[in-house]
Each structure stands twice: as C-alpha cells, then as structure tokens.
C-alpha cells in the first residue's frame, strides 16, 4: 500500500491509523467480566487475598506474551495455568472447562461500537486515507472487523503481534511515508500512542474508562506532549485529528 496523491500538502498528515479494540468497538469490558468469574471459580479453593490470585494471574500472562501472543486464547491458557498453581493442582476438570468456556465465550461476545465510533471514522475519512492497526488474535480480529461493517473505511488493516517503534517503522516504509505524516488513533497510551510519538508521528489518545493492566504505560516525556492530543470521546476526534494535521503543516514550513 502507497498512499496516493491527493493534491493535499505532502508535507502534511497524510494517513491516520486507528486502533481496533476499545477504540472502535468494547473490548476489556468481557475480558474484565471474564477475570472475575475466573477468580470465582478459584475462590472455592483458595482465599483469593491470600493466595494473590489477581496478581498471580496477571504475573503469568505477562510470562506467556512473549508465547501465545496477545488475545483470547492467549488469556484463557494462562487462566488454566493460573489455576492450577493458585490451587495447587486441586482444581478440578470440570472448573478447568468452566475456564475453558469462558474463552469461548470471549470468543463470540458482539461487536459493539463506541458511541459516535462511526460517524467520527466516516468524517475523518473524507479528509484522510485511514488504516486499521490492531493486534491480537488474527482469526478473533479479522471476526470482529468483519461484524463491525468497517471494512471499507480502510485502505489497509494490519493484524499485528506487537504495537512497537519497530512495527510502526515497518509499516511506514510499506506505506511510502514518513512518521510525521501519519496519526495514530487509539485508547492505548503503550501501543497506540508512544511508539508513534517516539518515531516523530502524531497522536489522539481516546481513553477508554478500563485498561488491562499490560497495556499501562508510563508518562510520555514532555517533549512530545505537543504531538498529541487527548479526547473524552469519538465526536471529538475529528477536529483532534485536524489540529494536529494544521500544527503538522506549521511545523514543516
């Protein structure tokens, strides 16, 4: 994929990238309501403060990224591993399938857009080409951009591994632009936002009200503040996206 011309400045933003879960559509909500009936099934073995379940569990998907990947079924093989050492062994087969069903269901939960999600997307992609850059599970992603009816919105979708400056820079070269030509949309300070800003691209940051733990990022350093802009909200992102588009253009003359 190269970006065509359009005629616009080239000096400008030319291309704006979205994030897929918890910026399109809900995504740690299930997987949140999922940890809790999980630790539930647990908890009948164990004294869930004491045995230091919650922490234990995020210890051993944090181990087992650089294994599975990221995703559901990622998760749910680190929540029967973490079963069986939080209670010793003593779990039974029938609450290891409970666990088993949960990543299914995970599996099959709707696809439910943010409020505004659509139009905000749509506006953008009048004045900009977009791309989809997500990570994950590529058979679940490709599911959910499927039942999301936003396939068309994008020039390209990206299924990736890992949300790095080495992933991005990849995807700039395959694109045929420069970082301070691209804006990076997303609810992920971590993998949206820094790897981008770091690269010397733009970002909106749209917070989603829960964030797993593994996608918490420190502070950015100061000095790329002014690359980035934060919503409370998807009407937001178009006029978000269009000042850094027009502080893109100042900065470049």
């Known amino acids: 994929m190269h970006i065509r011309d359009t005629g616009r400045d080239a000096r400008g933003i ?7 879960d918890d910026t399109l559509w809900r995504s740690q909500d299930y997987f949140d309501a999922a940890q809790l009936e999980f630790e539930r099934i647990v908890g009948a073995y164990v004294d869930l403060a004491d045995a230091r ?4 569990l995020y210890a051993i998907e944090g181990r087992n990224i650089a294994v599975f990947g990221y995703g559901v079924k990622g998760m749910a093989l680190s929540m029967i591993e973490a079963a069986v050492e939080i209670t010793d062994a003593r779990i039974s087969a029938r609450d290891v399938h409970r666990i088993v069903e949960l990543g299914k269901e995970l599996l099959r939960h709707p696809v439910e857009l943010l409020p505004g999600i659509r139009d905000a997307v749509e506006e953008i992609g009048r004045e900009f080409e977009l791309v989809l850059i997500t990570k994950g599970d590529l058979f679940h992603q ?4 499927r039942q999301s009816g936003f396939s068309d919105c994008f020039r390209r979708i990206e299924i990736v591994s890992e949300k790095d ?9 395959e694109f045929g632009l420069a970082a301070a030509q691209f804006c990076m949309v997303g609810n992920s300070l971590r993998s949206d936002i820094a790897p981008v800003l770091a690269l010397g691209g733009w970002g909106v940051h749209m917070p989603y009200h829960t964030t797993w733990v593994h996608e918490t990022a420190a502070a950015l350093p100061d000095e790329l503040l002014p690359r980035m802009r934060t ?4 009407p937001a992102l178009p006029d978000a996206v269009r000042a850094l588009a027009a502080a893109c253009r100042s900065e470049t003359r």
């Not at 030319?14 to 897929?20: E, Y």
């Not at 919503?231 to 998807?234: K, T």
């Open 53 to 56: 379940a919650h922490d234990r």
């Open 14 to 20: 030319r291309l704006v990238g979205f994030d897929a």
């Open 231 to 234: 919503v409370d909200g998807a």
């Open 142 to 145: 490709e599911a959910k951009v």
């Open 165 to 173: 400056t080495a992933t991005y820079a990849r995807l700039f070269e």
